[in-house]
């Protein structure tokens, strides 16, 4: 069974940066594509990114590409969300997910019910 622990949150200003980490343990996470995904109270959770089982295709909303990135270090067992120019509006709860897929060159950030594997997410405030 895969878990995933989200770390790397906090307050930062807006225009800094910050990068979070999703460690996994219990499988190795070269087997999992990964997504984040972000919930401000009282709205949906918001896909961001995604990154393929292989770590060689990565995809991104049109509202985070220019500033956010995704990787994965299978040697870490570890994937990381890179945020850059951070804005007040980013602030919510992060949140890294994992599916065991075949295909290893897939992914995706715009569904939720994709994903089987949840961490319980990190707070990141970014304040103006």
């Known amino acids: 069974q895969l878990q995933l622990v989200e770390s790397g949150g906090g307050l930062v200003q807006s225009g800094g940066s910050l990068t979070l980490s999703c460690a996994a343990s219990?499988?190795?996470?070269?087997?999992?594509?990964v997504g984040w995904f972000r919930q401000v109270p009282g709205k949906e959770r918001e896909g961001l990114l995604c990154?393929?089982?292989?770590?060689?295709?990565?995809k991104a909303a049109d509202s985070v590409k220019e500033r956010f990135s995704i990787s994965k270090d299978h040697a870490k067992n570890t994937a990381f969300l890179h945020m850059n120019n951070l804005k007040p509006e980013d602030t919510a709860v992060y949140y890294c997910a994992a599916v065991d897929v075949y295909v290893n060159y897939v992914c995706r950030f715009d569904s939720i019910q994709w994903y089987d594997n949840w961490g319980q997410g990190t707070q990141v405030t970014v304040s103006s």
């Open positions: 219990g499988n190795p996470l070269h087997d999992y594509a």
């Open positions: 990154i393929s089982v292989n770590g060689e295709h990565t």
